[in-house]
């Protein structure tokens, strides 16, 4: 293991603003504190400071703040220098802590160490970008519940049975079958099998964390004229698209992203749905529908009948119902009539899809679905063979581990925190 050195960085974004923080940690941490404060507060205590660098000149008045390890973010010695915000001082700050024998921290490395010290799991760690990601109430609320352990709390108590199992099985490789209590094979297949459920029902909560990390796609499909782009630009009070009343009139497809009930929204406006002779508008048809096909929801402007293979994912809009209203939500884009109803409609739907109810549970990431899936499909129909049975077990322990963290490499961490901002 490498030599732990004392890291700093700027820990707050960049640009004008009140305050800035200054973090460093590592065995030095209070040292280089003591170099640029003067003196240092004991831990778990703030001081008034003057920070100056090496020379003795002034570059600021402050407040540092101590944190004894293992009591800190890191689970190190850790001093948070706080100054005012701004492009000049927060920088002389950090080079006067260069000055003092810190360097510049790897992006996410703060948090990186929190995870080699066993602060938090990997989990964890990446809940705390997400919680930082995060572009709407639910998505924060989702990553506040990981931060928590949620997810870890059930990945691991998974990666923990599969652990067990597989050493029973390899230990029970290792005696005479007749040894063995009866049964013994049959109960260790019904443990995996049970075991494999349960990696099922984690899974199953990964469709809401994709929903929530990566957005829902919205789209908005229908004949030409049916006031899509007038709904687009209704639902994000601004007018983003184009709106006559020539049929035809939206060629390429429109994306914006908005909060629709807590959850991101990639509402797409295309192309109204006909047969043209115009190539442009041709590829937009096209367009549109392709979008229409990948869509999490379809916003369907044409009617009571929208085309077959869209049926499961559409939500039925009659438009423009200060005209005349028709089947479906009543909306229309020049009243406001109806608006809070589709909002809530899509917000409905999704959590529909997400399988999940008001009560919010934390939903694992794009990682963790893959390592679950991968654990899940190990321990697909294992029949009553203790070689077969130990492999499958060890398969599933190795990918569990891999999860929660329990084994990892440094490819793992690089992937992981270089998602990271400074500083983190
Ligand atoms: N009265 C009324 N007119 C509307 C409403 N929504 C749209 N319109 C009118 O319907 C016409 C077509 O609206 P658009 O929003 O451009 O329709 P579109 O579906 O995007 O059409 P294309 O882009 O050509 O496919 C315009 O003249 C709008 O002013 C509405 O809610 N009420
Ligand atoms: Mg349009």
């Given at each position: 293991m490498e030599e732990r050195q004392t890291i700093a960085a700027v820990a707050t974004a960049p640009g004008r603003g009140g305050v800035a923080i200054v973090r460093v940690s590592g065995p030095d941490a209070f040292a280089v504190a003591k170099a640029v404060a003067g003196r240092t507060p004991g831990p778990g205590r703030f001081a008034f400071a003057s920070f100056r660098n090496s020379d003795g000149k002034l570059l600021d008045r402050g407040v540092l703040l101590c944190f004894a390890a293992p009591h800190s973010y890191t689970g190190e010695d850790v001093a948070e220098l706080q100054c005012h915000g701004g492009s000049v001082t927060p920088r002389r700050i950090l080079d006067a802590c260069f000055a003092a024998g810190a360097r510049l921290a790897r992006r996410g490395e703060f948090t990186e160490r929190a995870f080699l010290n066993g602060r938090i799991d990997l989990s964890e760690a990446e809940s705390v970008i997400e919680l930082v990601d995060a572009q709407t109430q639910r998505a924060a609320d989702d990553a506040l519940a990981r931060l928590g352990g949620e997810t870890s709390r059930i990945c691991r108590a998974l990666y923990e049975r599969a652990l067990e199992l597989s050493s029973t099985l390899e230990h029970a490789l290792d005696v005479d079958e007749g040894e063995l209590p009866g049964g013994f094979a049959e109960k260790a297949t019904d443990d995996l099998a049970a075991l494999r459920a349960d990696c099922a029902k984690a899974l199953a909560k990964a469709e809401g964390g994709r929903l929530l990390r990566e957005g829902a796609l919205v789209v908005l499909a229908g004949p030409p004229n049916a006031g899509k782009s007038s709904l687009m630009n209704a639902l994000l009070g601004s007018n983003r698209a184009i709106v006559s009343s020539t049929p035809g009139t939206t060629r390429d497809s429109i994306e914006e992203s908005l909060d629709i009930g807590g959850w991101p929204v990639r509402l797409v406006d295309t192309a109204g749905l006909r047969d043209s002779a115009d190539p442009v508008e041709s590829e937009g048809v096209n367009r549109a529908e392709a979008l229409a096909a990948s869509a999490d929801i379809v916003l369907w402007l044409g009617g009571e009948t929208p085309p077959e293979e869209l049926a499961a994912a559409t939500l039925i809009v009659h438009s423009k119902c200060d005209i005349a209203r028709g089947a479906g939500l009543n909306v229309s884009?020049?009243?406001?009539?109806?608006l809070d109803d589709l909002e809530n409609a899509i917000a409905a739907r999704l959590d529909k899809l997400a399988g999940r109810s008001a009560d919010s549970s934390a939903t694992p990431s794009a990682r963790e679905r893959a390592l679950l899936s991968e654990a899940h499909s190990a321990l697909a129909g294992v029949p009553p063979d203790m070689v077969l049975a130990a492999n499958a077990a060890r398969s599933a322990a190795t990918a569990l581990g891999r999860l929660v963290g329990a084994e990892y490499s440094r490819d793992i961490l690089d992937a992981l925190f270089s998602r990271f901002c400074v500083g983190k």
């Open positions: 884009a020049k009243t406001g009539e109806g």
